[in-house]
């Protein structure tokens, strides 16, 4: 069992970014993983990820490292769908599970949620990859993080960014956690911090191990509010691994907790769903 940590915001947000070189994605930047390879070794990888990965040629090594150093496909998915469906995070409590790169937990920023929470299971990604990706997002060019339109408009970010002075009011509304689904459940749920439940849930290729379904089921129960939405992006069918979106939702519709809803289904390539999920007795 992998125990839950809470992962402090630094006071000096240039050490978050040192050695860190940034590249873009759908005008998000995000940490270039090659540099974090070769410069992320010792304290800064006390779970020894990087080098595992790399050893076993692998971007997945159950309950040793769950492939949050990777960006994959779904998570673009799911923030096409967030324009599509024109998604509402204002004033929402948000929490990107199983986050990686943390660029779903980003787009919620962006779009004005209150608070967003930000959980992987490896600490060497929250710290190398999620924390420094947030903070680029939040202080890029000394800009404020405004809306999409206004971010669009302006300059591309350089690849080094500039030194950047005090803690933009943005990242007053994260918290970062590390550990297995359970533990960090327990440590929010146990907090002396108030914890309400959160309105929206995100989460991308989480279900590739059917092993896995009791955990993130449970999990998606004790932290979900109410009348709260999860919002899962998969293939629908892991090779090797088993796990698949109607898998997934066979197992839901066992439990008989939540509905769901298959919103949108991408064809190109390997098939994969966009499903929503909320408690039954929700309005």
Known sequence: VKAAKEHSIPQDLNKVLENKVMETVLDLLYVKLSV???????DA???????????????????VYEGGLKIWECTFDLMDYFSEAEIEFTNKTVLDLGCGAGLLGIVALQGEAARVHFQDYNSTVIDEITLPNVVANCISEGRRMGSGKDRKASKPPSKRLRKTEGSPDVLNRCRFFSGEWSQVSQLLLNSNKPCSKYDIILTSETIYNPDYYSALHDTLAQLLDRNGRVYLASKVHYFGVGGGIYLFEKFIEDRNVFRTSMVKTIDQGLQRCIMEITFKNSC
């Open 36 to 42: 974090v390879e070769m410069t992320c070794s010792g």
């Open 45 to 63: 990888d006390s779970e020894g990820i990087v080098s595992k990965s790399i050893s076993a040629h692998s971007d997945l090594i159950p309950g």
